[in-house]
């Protein structure tokens, strides 16, 4: 199947900093990325949905200003926690989306282990 | 608001004997419905789907059976082997809205 790739794959960073998260279709091109978030033992939680080109559309409850999403191409979209604190520590995953796809057409990057000290 | 949801978080079983990983949804709404595999750290891995016109879907070593009648879903993994220990998620797509809706997740654990 197409692959998705996350970078960096595991993050330490100190509270108050930012940190941005790379999300890549390496063999597809993806119009729709999705933005996950999980905590252990739980489940993903979508966060956002990301167009290319256009703005994205955030879940409910999840803040636009601190979780900034680009996607500037169809193989790139980028999640920037801004301010990070450590209740934003998580396993952020996004998920590709290609043109004319659905459910089983979704891939899923390997993750990114995020942790705010 | 209506989520997916699962019967039972853990799960453990032999090597070799069959699975049955269960998930009850409340989204009448809901047509397509995936099953998924997570191992620890990694992304979730598509394993299996169906669509609601249909109750029984086979693929290899996996069955998915979909009962709208009470909105209960199932994933039944035969011969179970040490590489099926994941965490399994059932998830959701409502109508025409593409965005996925998971479920708990239980955890499986075969036993040698």
């Known amino acids: 199947g197409a692959v998705v790739s996350q970078h960096p794959s595991w993050v330490i960073c100190k509270s108050g900093t930012s940190v941005k998260i790379e999300c890549r279709s390496l063999?597809?091109?993806?119009?729709?990325m999705f933005w996950y978030r999980q905590f252990p033992k739980q489940s993903l939680m979508l966060m956002a949905t990301?167009?290319?080109?256009?703005?994205?559309?955030?879940e409910q409850g999840v803040e636009k200003d601190k979780f900034l999403i680009n996607h500037a191409s169809l193989t790139l979209s980028t999640l920037t926690v801004t301010s990070a604190h450590p209740e934003d520590s998580s396993f952020y995953i996004c998920?590709?989306?290609?043109?004319?796809?659905?459910?089983?057409?979704?891939?899923f990057g390997p993750g990114t282990r995020l942790t705010v000290l | 608001g209506e989520s997916v949801g699962l019967h039972l978080p853990t799960l453990s079983v032999q090597e070799g004997d069959n699975s049955i990983i269960n998930c009850a949804y409340s989204?009448?709404?809901?047509?397509?419905f995936i099953w998924y595999k997570q191992e620890s750290g990694k992304g979730p891995q598509f394993i299996i789907d169906?669509?609601?016109?249909?109750d029984k879907r086979q693929g290899q070593r996996v069955t998915v059976l979909l009962n709208k009648t009470v909105k209960h879903l199932s994933l039944q993994i035969a011969a179970t082997q040490p590489g099926d220990s994941a965490v399994y998620f059932c998830?959701?797509?409502?109508?025409?809205?593409?965005?996925?809706?998971f479920g708990k997740g239980t955890l499986l654990t075969v036993n040698p």
């Open positions: 998920s590709g989306f290609p043109p004319g796809g659905r459910g089983d057409t979704q891939y």
């Open positions: 063999d597809f091109q993806a119009t729709t």
């Open positions: 990301s167009n290319e080109g256009s703005k994205a559309t955030y």
């Open positions: 989204n009448s709404a809901s047509d397509y």
């Open positions: 169906i669509r609601s016109n249909m």
């Open positions: 998830a959701e797509i409502p109508g025409s809205n593409y965005k996925l809706t």
